[in-house]
């Protein structure tokens, strides 16, 4: 007998990577799991990757503000709640607790799953669930959704996270190249251009070529600064997901800012070394087979010779091995 299942969780980009293990989770307890994914349109690749997901359904908040009352948005509005409707699931599991994700789950049909009161990030959000779980707040994201998940089906989950990705990791070889991701949404999550070239330069002394990653013609502009003069270095060009899925894979490191694509990168297996400065690594630290450090804290970015030390580690680790806080404090 199927137990069909709608998962609820739209964005950010590292968000719907942190869910990937809970996915893999459900898979391996639940017997005949149909999983549906409701996710944002510019992210629905994410889940997309992963074989226990049978269908994304796409939703595009972040367009549809813009115009919310439209003809055009209203349609695709109607369309999507014609099409929840139209499926019966045995459970739907918000695994965002967001007064947004509600208005996605008051359409769908099927017994409803969240946190509770204590739980959520917008508390109001337990209301309109029929079933609410205790889950800890201060601690890693990823362990959050496992443990929501596991509560929601009632299965103990145990081993490492699997993300599920392993078709885009193990068709990929990996190349003498470091990706750097020099570019945040904020500001203040930014790095001093002068510890970057530090970085820069060791990694080239290593003979790894570096293309940078960027997401707008601004953060582009600051990648091709950071850059100038360099031989062997690249700003790459606007990609799909995938494309950059594909880059972060075929890596032998990754350098970069709290991002999503950073968390990607480690959920892809690859050496991955993340910058924190505006936020904090105790609820989204880096996560993943390989070797990953989560260095800095909010109010206290790590030094040069702090990143330094951990790129020494992960291009020389005999195996994998996590790195996290401020000081880089070595935590098996």
């Known amino acids: 007998m199927t137990c069909e299942i709608l998962i609820v969780r739209t964005s950010s980009l590292g968000d719907l990577v942190h869910m990937l293990p809970a996915i893999s989770d459900i898979a391996r307890h639940v017997p005949d799991a149909r999983i549906d994914w409701v996710a944002e349109e510019a992210f629905a690749e994410i889940p997309a990757w992963h074989p226990a997901v049978r269908d994304v359904i796409t939703v595009a908040h972040r367009r549809w503000r813009k115009g919310w009352w439209t003809a055009e948005v209203r349609a695709e509005r109607q369309q999507l709640k014609q099409r929840l409707a139209n499926k019966r699931y045995d459970i739907v599991l918000d695994m965002q607790a967001l007064m947004k994700s509600i208005w996605i789950v008051r359409q769908t ?52 996270p699997d993300f599920g990705l392993q078709a885009i990791s193990e068709r990929v070889p990996v190349q003498p190249y470091a990706i750097i991701m020099p570019s945040a949404s904020r500001d203040d999550k930014l790095w001093a251009p002068a510890n970057w070239l530090r970085v820069f330069d060791d990694l080239q002394s290593r003979g790894l070529s570096l293309r940078l990653l960027a997401g707008s013609p601004s953060e582009s502009a600051r990648a091709e600064a950071l850059i100038k003069g360099r031989t062997d270095a690249q700003v790459m060009p606007r990609m799909a997901l995938s494309e950059v899925a594909e880059q972060l894979a075929g890596a032998t490191l990754m350098v970069g800012l709290d991002s999503g694509l950073t968390h990607l990168s480690a959920g892809l297996g690859r050496p991955t070394i993340g910058i924190y400065k505006a936020s904090t690594p105790v609820r989204t630290p880096l996560e993943g087979s390989a070797y990953t450090a989560s260095l800095g804290e909010r109010g206290r970015e790590p030094s040069a010779e702090t990143v330094l030390s951990a790129i020494n580690q992960a291009l020389s680790s005999p195996r994998n091995e996590t790195l996290t806080g401020a000081d880089g404090f070595y935590q098996p």
């Open 109 to 160: 049909n099927g017994v409803r799953h969240g946190l509770d009161w204590k739980s959520a990030r917008e508390p109001l959000a337990s209301l309109f669930y029929n079933v609410k779980h205790r889950v800890e707040f201060w601690q890693p994201a990823v362990i959050r959704q496992r443990t929501l998940a596991a509560a929601t089906f009632g299965y103990t989950y145990d081993g490492a």
